[in-house]
Structures are given as structure tokens and as C-alpha cells.
């Protein structure tokens, strides 16, 4: 099978979506925040929402594959059983008795119970009443209700964690400590479910081993012409940057690297939140991200990175120009101020193209779907009333496995 992401607005063929389950139930008032939330969601009602987003991509003539469904495939196997019990269940996390309790409880478990665990987490109350008393130091000090395991509720923003670009995909090393351990879940998928494991690609990234070279896969677009934007967001570091533009050049293929220097604060996370792009000369751009400093990289011929800065003014010259193209079409909503830092907020701007000139996008963001619709791009809504709680619209919750060049 071939797999490879070559723009961002080719025919969308195949991506991988998780449909938010029983880890969001998992969210309180008291947690949230450390879970990356504003808010908790009710379940049953974004779960519905949900299907209506993948009822819409198969609608559009997309493979859709759910995420809870790969891993549970990829752990029928010894190897990846074991890959991920013993790299989520470190003794650096849980202490050397909890860590050894979990594991030996996850080594009895289904591929469908284990890919559950994983996802879902696991309270004191539920573990002891598997497993009998734990005499543990992390046990000990939580209550009943209290999570002995984490839960992944961020899951279902498929695209942050795992992003293919051209002929490869990068497994992320993620910023925010509460969705690390997503990484070892799609190392598993990646290394070991047929669709994956039989096909050959390039991996550009190490993992959790990149550390602090983070990257995250809302920062980065895939524009075209060789050309990969990533924004220098809250999330996405320099060193991260650099390493995957290094890692990129080995394929000859990606010949330049663009980086927009973005405002380091949540409500701008990731580059897709304040802009994506609707067609091979048309970007969507929140009005208050403006125009931000650029670094424009390539490769030297003896394998290092030659890095250019250009002032906020030149970005879009120097996107086009990357592009190989004169001009460009940028497009931002006419509203007032406020009301585009709600739009910003519900993810006006967070588009996802099945195909050049249709786009995917919250039904909540009436004044800018009216706007797209009539500016020639056709928008497909989907209901983001509980979905969007989690800060993230219809592109972070894809990842494109297969996507047509223009």
C-alpha cells in the first residue's frame, strides 16, 4: 500500500481518527487543567459529534481507521505488547512498586482490554478491586476515585502526535507531559498493524528520545512544492525545528523548511489554530496573528542547515516565495476584533481540506463559514459544540496517512 502526505489540500484518501470514549469521563473540574481542558465534555453528545465528522470524510470517499482499532490489532502481537507495557509503565513514573504491580496486570489483559487500559487509565478503587491491596508509595497517597494511570483524553486530536509528511512520518515528541505517552501508542501502531508494518516508509522523527525537540503535528503544514511550514508555537521549539528539517532533507523531495515565530500562549497552541490552508494558493488566517518573523531553512551541500530570518512584513513574500509562486491568497475574516478572538477560540480557522476548495469546519462558526462559502470554498459542517471543549476542530482531529499531491 502506498502511504505519503504531499500537500495539504491533494484528495484526501486515508486517515486515522479516535473517537472519543471512556477517558473523557475521566475529566473533573480539579483535572482539566492539568489535562490540557477548559472544560469538561459530555460524552454522549461529542461521541454523536463525532460520527458525524467520519460519517462526513467517508461521505467524501475517505478511508477512515480508527485509532482504538489499530492498536488493538498491533498488541495481538508479543512485540508490541511489551513495547508498550514496558515504556508506559516506568518505574520513573510510577515508582518501582507501582510500576511492576501495572505491568503485571496489563500482561493479563485482552489486546482489547490492554488497548483500553492504556487509553482509558485506571482509578485506586478500579486497580485494587482487579488486583486486591497494593502496598505502593504513589498508591498510598491517592484517594479512591484518584488515577493510578492516566487517561489519554487529548487521543482524539489524531494529528498532534503522529504527522506524515511526503514519504515518511514523524512520531512526536510532544511538549505537554499529559499526552507523551500517546507517542508509545503509535509507535505500536506504526511498527506492528499490518497496514503499517508491511509498508515501507520513512520515520523522521526518535520519539520520546527527541526530548526536549519537540514537534507537534498542528504546527505543521505541508504546503507544497517540497515546501513544510511549522510554526514556532507553545508547543513546537526551535530545536525541534531544525532536527526535523534535518531529518526531512535526507529526502530530496523537501527542499525548504519555513518557521513562523508565533505567540507563545495556549489560545494560539499550534499553528493550525490561526492558520490553514483551503487550496493550493489560499490560506485561512486568524486576523489577530498579523504578520509574524520567518526563518527560511535549507540544506547546505555538505548536509548541515543554512537558516535565514526575514521581519514580520515579508511573511507572506516569503511563503510564496518558498512555494515557488508569485502570489498568494490570504484570506481573514471582516469582523470586529472580539468577535474574531471567538472565532479564533471555536476554531474558525481550523479547516480541514478533503480536496482542494472543500474544507471541513465547525458549524459553530457561522460568520466565517458564510465568508469561505463565499469566497469559492465549499464547507462542510460538522457539529462542534463538545468536541471543541478540548481547544482542537477538524483538523486536529485527523491524521492523514495517504493524501494526493496537487
Not at 470514549?21 to 489535562?35: A, D, F, I, Q, V
Not at 495556549?266 to 504578520?291: C, I, N, P, W
Not at 459553530?364 to 462559502?373: D, G, K, P, Q, V
Request: hydrophobic share 40%.
Amino acid at each position: 500500500m502506498s502511504l505519503g502526505v504531499f500537500s495539504e489540500v491533494g484528495p484526501l484518501k486515508q486517515v486515522i481518527v479516535h473517537r472519543p470514549g471512556k477517558e473523557m469521563e475521566r475529566l473533573t473540574p480539579s483535572n482539566m487543567g492539568e489535562l490540557l481542558f477548559d472544560d469538561v465534555l459530555w460524552l454522549s453528545q461529542a461521541r454523536r459529534d463525532h460520527d458525524v465528522f467520519s460519517s462526513v470524510l467517508r461521505e467524501e470517499n475517505v478511508d477512515v481507521l480508527w485509532f482504538d482499532d489499530l492498536l488493538e490489532t498491533a498488541l495481538q502481537l508479543d512485540e508490541a505488547r511489551e513495547h508498550v507495557i514496558s515504556r508506559v509503565f516506568t518505574e520513573e513514573f510510577y515508582g518501582v512498586t507501582a510500576a511492576e504491580i501495572l505491568a503485571q496486570y496489563a500482561r493479563t489483559l485482552s489486546p482489547r482490554e490492554l488497548a483500553n487500559f492504556v487509553i482509558e487509565g485506571i482509578t485506586r478503587a478500579e486497580l485494587e478491586e482487579k488486583v486486591g491491596t497494593i502496598d505502593s508509595t504513589l498508591v498510598y497517597r491517592l484517594g479512591p476515585d484518584d488515577l493510578v494511570s492516566p487517561c489519554l483524553p487529548n487521543l482524539y486530536f489524531t494529528r498532534d502526535t503522529s504527522m506524515w509528511i511526503h514519504t515518511g512520518v514523524s512520531i512526536n515528541s510532544m511538549q505537554m507531559r499529559a499526552r507523551r505517552r500517546e507517542t508509545i501508542l503509535y509507535e505500536a501502531i506504526y511498527g506492528w498493524h499490518p497496514i503499517f508494518a508491511g509498508s515501507q516508509f520513512a520515520q523522521w522523527s526518535n520519539g520520546l528520545a527527541d526530548g526536549y525537540a519537540t514537534v507537534e503535528g498542528g504546527d505543521v503544514l505541508v504546503v507544497g512544492n517540497g515546501v513544510v511550514i511549522v510554526g514556532l508555537s507553545e508547543r513546537t521549539s526551535p530545536a525541534g525545528l531544525e532536527r526535523l528539517a534535518q531529518s526531512l532533507f535526507t529526502d530530496l523531495s523537501v527542499t525548504t523548511v519555513v518557521g513562523i515565530m508565533m505567540a507563545q500562549v495556549r489560545a494560539q497552541m499550534h499553528l493550525d489554530t490561526v492558520m490553514t490552508m483551503a487550496s493550493e494558493d489560499t490560506f485561512v488566517k486568524y486576523q489577530h496573528l498579523g504578520m509574524r518573523e520567518t526563518v527560511t531553512v535549507t540544506r547546505r551541500a555538505d548536509g548541515g542547515l543554512t537558516v535565514k530570518s526575514a521581519p514580520a512584513d515579508d511573511m507572506h513574500d516569503v511563503i510564496a516565495q518558498a512555494m515557488g509562486v508569485s502570489a498568494l491568497r490570504f484570506l481573514t475574516v471582516p469582523e470586529s476584533g472580539r468577535d474574531a478572538e471567538r472565532g479564533q477560540w471555536n476554531d474558525a480557522c481550523n479547516l480541514l481540506a478533503v480536496r482542494p476548495n472543500v474544507v471541513i469546519a465547525y458549524d459553530r462558526n457561522e460568520r466565517a463559514n458564510e465568508f469561505l462559502n463565499d469566497a469559492g470554498i465549499r464547507v462542510l459542517t460538522v457539529p462542534g459544540g463538545e468536541l471543541g471543549r478540548g481547544r482542537g476542530g477538524p483538523r486536529c482531529m485527523s491524521c492523514p496517512t495517504d493524501r494526493e499531491s496537487i
